[in-house]
C-alpha cells in the first residue's frame, strides 16, 4: 500500500506569491490534515477535510486555504506570502472516522519564502 | 480547545540510560493518548499508544503511562540507544467536538554514544 505523498517536496517563493501544495492520501483514507511544521513550534495544525468537507481548522488567518477532492487527493494554498510562512508543511491521512486513530504523515513540503 | 504541554523540550542522555517525556492536557472525553517519533528529515510515525481503560503499555524498550485522574501521560524509553535519537511529539485527544488531536511542541531527545 503506498503511502502519504506530498508534492512538491521543496519550493522557493518570494514575499507576495502564493503556493500550492499537494497530498494524496492511503487509499481509502478519507481524512486528511495539514499542518504547519517550525522550528519550536511542534505541529500547528491549520486544517482537515474528510470527504471533501472542511471539518476542523486551526487558528491561521484566512490566507491559508484547502480543499479536497472527490478522490480524497487534498490541496492547502496560501496567498501572499510571508517570510513567516516559511516551513514544513505536513498532511496526514487517516482511516478512521472517529476521533481516535493513527495518523499517516507525508514527508513534506518544504516552503522558503524569500 | 485542549491544552498540551509536553516537557522537556530538551533531552540529553548518554546511550544505555533512561529517558521520560511526560506531557499534560487539560480537557477530554475521549480514551486516546498516542507519541510520535519523528527522526531528522523525516516524517512523523507513530510508535505507540494508550487508552483510557489501561495505565501503561509496553513495546520492548518503550513504555507509556497514564494518569487520567493527574491528566497526564508520560513516554518511557529504556536502554536507550543513539538510533532513539529524534523529536518525539505527545498528542491528547480531540475536545469540542474536533476530530483532530492536539500535539504538544515536543523534545528533542539526544542519545550520546
Known amino acids: 500500500k503506498a503511502g502519504v505523498t506530498q508534492t512538491p517536496r521543496y519550493l522557493i517563493k518570494t514575499r507576495g506569491q502564493q503556493v500550492t501544495l499537494s497530498c494524496s492520501p492511503i487509499s481509502g483514507h478519507r481524512s486528511v490534515s495539514w499542518y504547519q511544521q517550525t522550528p519550536g513550534q511542534g505541529l500547528q495544525f491549520l486544517f482537515e477535510y474528510f470527504s471533501e468537507t472542511q471539518r476542523n481548522k486551526g487558528n491561521f488567518p484566512g490566507r491559508f486555504s484547502g480543499r479536497q477532492f472527490s478522490n480524497s487527493r487534498s490541496e492547502m494554498n496560501v496567498s501572499t506570502l510571508e517570510l513567516g510562512d516559511s516551513a514544513l508543511y505536513l498532511c496526514?491521512?487517516?482511516?478512521?472516522?472517529?476521533?481516535?486513530?493513527?495518523?499517516?504523515f507525508g514527508e513534506g513540503s518544504r516552503l522558503t519564502v524569500l | 480547545g485542549e491544552n498540551v504541554e509536553q516537557h522537556p523540550s530538551t533531552l540529553s542522555v548518554q546511550e544505555g540510560d533512561s529517558a521520560v517525556i511526560k506531557c499534560t492536557y487539560s480537557?477530554?472525553?475521549?480514551?486516546?493518548f498516542p507519541w510520535y517519533k519523528q527522526e531528522l528529515g523525516k516524517r512523523p510515525q507513530l510508535i505507540i499508544d494508550i487508552r483510557s481503560n489501561v495505565g501503561e503499555k509496553k513495546d520492548q524498550r518503550i513504555a507509556v503511562t497514564l494518569n487520567k485522574t493527574a491528566k497526564h501521560f508520560s513516554l518511557h524509553i529504556t536502554e536507550t540507544q543513539p538510533e532513539d535519537s529524534a523529536v518525539y511529539f505527545c498528542a491528547a485527544p480531540p475536545s469540542g467536538g474536533s476530530y483532530i488531536p492536539t500535539f504538544g511542541r515536543g523534545t528533542s531527545l539526544i542519545v550520546h554514544p
Open positions: 480537557d477530554s472525553a475521549s480514551n486516546y
Open positions: 496526514a491521512s487517516s482511516g478512521r472516522t472517529g476521533t481516535t486513530g493513527e495518523l499517516f
